[in-house]
């Protein structure tokens, strides 16, 4: 099974992306992570990453693709995939969909987690990253101070730069411009499984199952 997830910023499509790839045995491919490893490589591919994402500037389209594609390549032909945050733009459906049918992985279904503008603002303003082992925790629930060393690790903790009231506002805005009309495309396609996510971990978790089974 391949499949991609959509959410904005808060919606838990991380864990959820987790929780459906124990389940289904899928590889988790969460193109934000990838793009920030790389970045921090000292390669001419992590350079050209750090700079753009330094100045805040998307991944064009093409290095999106082709960072996917060496990492799709690697995986067990026996598993499948989850694409988490890609296509990410309207322009990257065809060069990903081209791509994945080269490497016989065509999407079957595409998950799209809704979540209020308001309930993504107060979610994320709670996170918190470790800055040694880069796990992230939410302030009232794994950490309750701001101060606290890493529960994992030890590290010194930080919010992710990004993550203050103004670089959410921006990411928040970018991903209703510039995703959802994705999303709408798979909508349009009847390819589209949506989901509240608005209610607990496992309610969400529970009612995708219940739809992909369903369809
Ligand atoms: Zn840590």
Redesign the pocket.
């Known amino acids: 099974m391949n499949i991609i997830i959509f959410g904005p910023q808060g919606s838990g499509k991380g864990t959820q992306a987790d929780l459906l790839s124990e389940k289904y045995n899928l590889e988790h491919i969460e193109t934000g992570q990838i793009f920030r490893e790389i970045g921090r490589e000292n390669s001419e591919l992590g350079k050209k990453i750090k700079d753009l994402n330094d100045r805040k500037e998307m991944i064009p389209d093409d290095v999106t693709v082709e960072v996917l594609r060496e990492k799709l390549k690697v995986v067990p032909i026996d598993m499948g995939i989850i694409l988490d945050s890609a296509p990410r733009t309207a322009g990257q459906v065809e060069p990903i969909e081209q791509m994945l049918a080269e490497l016989r992985r065509p999407i079957d279904k595409a998950i799209y987690i809704s979540l209020p503008y308001e309930e993504s603002i107060a979610r994320i303003t709670k996170r918190y990253a470790?800055?040694?082992?880069?796990?992230h925790f939410v302030l009232g629930l794994h950490i309750h101070e701001t101060e606290e060393p890493?529960?994992?690790?030890?590290?010194p903790?930080m919010q992710r730069a990004d993550d203050t009231p103004d670089g959410v506002t921006k990411r928040l805005k970018t991903f209703y411009e510039i995703t959802i009309p994705v999303v709408d495309e798979y909508r349009e396609r009847g390819m589209l499984i949506e989901v509240d996510g608005n209610q607990s971990k496992e309610k969400v978790f529970e009612d995708i199952n219940q739809k992909l089974l369903n369809c």
Request: net charge positive; charged share 10%; hydrophobic share 15%.
């Open positions: 470790c800055t040694v082992c880069y796990r890493c529960p994992t690790c030890g590290g903790i």
